[in-house]
């Protein structure tokens, strides 16, 4: 967020305190068990004869941030797509934690990929906001039109969500009014405002001019503080270090190594990883 924005869950220039802190961990859906939340097992897709996912494995518990990194075309977005049920995996299985198992083929029903749909919320790379609607307009769709919630309900939770993401003044702006970096952070609260289990963050900065880059890093920060779980595909590889509970490097369609931020980032085994983060760090 911008100097001027006020803290996500906070005043502007105010404490955040305990009763403040509550307040926000009451967005965050609560899994009480000591299970994955999210278990990916084999996950394979192909389009065509290019096969873009080779037996992927992925968990991430409750309150857990997990990002992934790679070359461009190592799979991190097909496997984030599969996860949300935006495409369909050729095999594999993914499972949440009290919810729905999906064991895919070919013929699994496309109600059953959809159910993943329901545990989980995706940020886009491109913000895709409806040009033709207002700031408010978009974040409310998905839970009055999908979710059915009253229209009411749906429009004080909005307005709050905005409120903390410092756009409060924007309900009634059109996308094309707005920055970036603002629209980036209307996406995040249409993620939001479905409740979702699980976000998803496909590269979210990477549309961005570097100076609004910050502004859309802040916001995941302070989610990631907050407790949400979280599974981020990012070229940020300083913040990816930062906030991940733990980082895994994807390329040719497998994981090539996956590990604690600090050890895969700073002291990475395989020569893949090394050439690939040497190359974000040092590239001139």
């Not at 299985?93 to 064991?103: C, I, L, S, T």
């Not at 905005?162 to 995040?188: M, N």
């Amino acid at each position: 967020m911008s100097p001027t924005d006020p803290p996500l869950g906070g005043p502007a220039g105010g404490s955040d305190d305990a009763a403040a802190r509550a307040d926000r961990r009451a967005d965050v859906p609560s899994n009480r068990s000591g299970t994955p939340l999210l278990k990916v097992t084999g996950l394979q897709k192909s389009f065509g004869d290019h096969e873009v996912l080779t037996s992927i494995d992925l968990s991430v518990r409750q309150g857990e941030v997990l990002a992934l990194i790679g070359p461009s075309g190592s799979g991190k977005t097909t496997a984030l797509r599969c996860l949300n049920g935006l495409e369909q995996p050729d095999a594999g299985r993914v499972e949440f934690d009290g919810g729905p198992v999906v064991d895919f083929s070919p013929a699994t029903p496309r109600r059953e990929r959809d159910s993943l749909r329901r545990r989980s919320a995706m940020v886009f790379q491109q913000h895709n906001l409806f040009p033709h609607m207002t700031v408010l307009q978009n974040v409310i769709e998905g839970p009055v039109q999908v979710q059915r919630r009253p229209r009411k309900e749906a429009v004080a939770e909005a307005v709050r969500l905005l409120e903390r993401v410092g756009l409060g003044g924007k309900h009634e702006a059109y996308p094309h009014e707005l920055s970036g970096g603002q629209q980036q952070r209307v996406g995040i609260v249409r993620a939001l405002a479905l409740k979702p289990s699980l976000l998803l963050f496909d590269e979210p900065t990477s549309a961005l001019d570097p100076e609004l880059v910050g502004d859309v890093l802040s916001v995941i920060k302070e989610l990631a503080q907050e407790g949400w779980t979280m599974v981020l595909v990012t070229h940020e590889l300083a913040f990816a270090r930062e906030v991940a509970d733990e980082v895994v490097f994807m390329d040719g369609g497998v994981v090539v190594e996956r590990g604690h931020p600090d050890r895969v980032l700073r002291q990475p085994r395989e020569e893949r990883t090394r050439r690939f983060v040497h190359r974000l760090l040092n590239p001139f």
